[in-house]
């Protein structure tokens, strides 16, 4: 089945560090979708991506789609406390079924 | 948008025994999802809630353990089953809203414990 890995797992900065995480998946997307669940919260919806090779961005928060669509990422620039989070990508495959990576934990240090 | 509510939002339960969670969508949605996060993990997809018939169950969960009601197009129940400390999780219900682009829209979730 559609297996999509995510890394790194955990990631601790230094506020006003950048931050990436990156999301593969096995098989092509029709589609990927990011989400942030803060501490002790549930997922929240950010953006998603369709076309091959899109990217998006929202303030500090830059999103891209490979050109493969088998591939994204999520970078954030000059990390505030703010961001602190689980940050998921999930995948929609032909089946139109979400899968969804293992997330990313995001600390960062004031 | 959606405002979907859950109801408990957290319980502790003895092993055996049965708990029913609810859903409660503030308006109408087509797709209800049952989701499942175990502690420090990922969100993993129980089953489709189908309003009018029988969910829609992914590879690995069956409907006597997890039986889901559906019974309108803003209410949704999922029951975990004669519960083990393995069903220890939170249990998310999440829906997609009509003219959205397909993003899910998650309840704050209902965190369960099994002694």
């Known amino acids: 089945g559609q297996q999509v890995m995510q890394i790194p797992q955990y990631q601790h900065v230094q506020e006003g560090e950048d931050f990436t995480t990156y999301c593969n998946s096995s098989t092509t997307l029709s589609n990927i979708q990011w989400y942030k669940q803060r501490p002790g919260g549930h997922p929240v919806f950010l953006i998603q991506?369709?076309?091959?090779?899109e990217v998006k961005k929202q303030k500090r928060l830059t999103f891209q789609f490979g050109e493969a669509k088998k591939n994204s990422s999520l970078h954030i620039t000059a990390t505030q406390t703010t961001d602190v989070g689980t940050y998921f990508c999930?995948?929609?495959?032909?089946?139109?079924?979400?899968?969804f990576g293992k997330g990313t934990l995001l600390t960062v240090n004031p | 948008s959606a405002v979907i509510s859950q109801k408990p939002s957290r319980d502790i339960c003895q092993r055996g025994t049965s708990l029913t969670i609810q859903c409660q969508v503030d308006?109408?949605?087509?797709?209800m999802f049952w989701y499942r996060q175990q502690p420090g993990q990922s969100l993993t997809l129980i089953a489709t809630?189908?309003?009018?018939?029988?969910?829609?169950?992914e590879s690995g969960f069956v409907i006597d353990k997890f039986p889901i009601s559906r019974p309108n197009l803003t209410f949704s129940t999922l029951t975990v089953s004669n519960m083990s400390p393995e069903d220890s999780s939170i249990y998310l219900c999440?829906?997609?809203?009509?003219?959205?682009?397909?993003?899910?829209?998650f309840g704050e979730g209902s965190r369960l414990t099994v002694l």
């Open positions: 999930a995948g929609k495959g032909s089946n139109y079924k979400l899968t």
């Open positions: 991506l369709v076309k091959s090779g």
């Open positions: 809630a189908n309003q009018g018939s029988e969910a829609t169950y």
């Open positions: 308006s109408q949605v087509t797709m």
């Open positions: 999440s829906v997609v809203v009509g003219g959205s682009t397909g993003e899910l829209f």
